[in-house]
């Protein structure tokens, strides 16, 4: 076994988020009525329409490879889509089918990364960034955020962070796990300051911009499309949120037309993919989500749970940022240990996931992408601990 290989993969720790949902499933079979807004698992069935799509295709009998990057009907749907919703016109061989926007980061880290090149994560950041720019063979370089700026990164932290060294910036917006959404200001100051730093060092600067949860805002908004603002930018998408169906593994990279060697790029992350052994996503779901490019489930029940979560949490005394998007919020523990805070919920059954792993040590997260009748449950019992534990 590859020495730096294993030496990584042995600092890395499993999935805080699903190592609960054992936790939860354990519990449960013990007759626990244990309530969790550990996952950030849509906790609603696929809608009808939409499984009916890849049902077809699999009595069908379309189950045979397809080609790496994704077939022609769903990448060009997804050029379209893209097209009318954020007036940017990618063609269809700069788009690269992939499974989730899990697979999709890694592909885009594998394909722009040297030896030691710094990767720029503000944080809180997605739990599994770090791992994957390091086995990639980069560092990641962190910029803490605060409340005070709505968890969003200073101009001035942006401009410190870069280094003659750094190829990428990772941002995420909604971002998990505060909810944070960019606006359209501080994405054109982000591009400013990347621009003058590439024709500072003479050297590409990427913006990964990873959107799961771009469908996913409140108060009548839509998050702004970061592609729109900065050439390089590497556009990483799932459909596993906005359709419901996180199993079917099924996302894309977009590689934005006006990046330097956008068409090579593309052929890169597919060379990559086939490299190391996934080959192509898999074909029904490729070809379901062809067909329902311009639907997503129902996702007005997250602004719903987000107002019942975030009136309580005020009400109770916490310290919160009301979220702009995603199914997630984030608010301050009421001590500065998470885990004993988390681990003291969890004696109420309720699981909360601590946000240290996050790169935001004394927060915590809740996960509300079930159904509202379960988040007033848990809004229940959050009172309940608070009051006995901190009152
Ligand atoms: N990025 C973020 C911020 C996420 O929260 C997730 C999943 O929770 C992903 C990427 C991965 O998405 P997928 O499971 O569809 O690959």
New binding site residues.
Partial sequence: MSLQLSAIASSISPSATLGLNATVTQLRSQGVDVISLGA??PDFDTPYHIRQAAKEAIDAGKTRYTDVSGIPELRKAIVDHIFEHKKLRYEPDEIIVS???????VLALQAILDPQDEVILPSPY?I?YTEMIKIAGGKPVFISTTPDTDFLPTPEQLAAAVTEHTKAIII?SP??PSGAVYSEETLKRLAKILKDKESEYGHDIFLIS?E??REIVFDGKKAPYPAAYYDNTLT?Y????SLSL?GE?I?YIAVSPTATDADILAVICGQISRGIGHNCPASTPQLGVAKVIDETSDLSVYEINRNIIYDTLVDLGYTVTKPGGTFYIMPKCMEEDSVAFCNKAKEYDLILVPTDGFGAPGFFRMAYCIDTEKVKRAMDVMRKFTEECYK
């Fill in positions: 950030g698992e499974s989730g926007a899990k697979q999709a980061i997605w599994s995420n971002n998990n990873d799961p949860y990483c799932s459909f596993s949120k996180p593994r996302g």
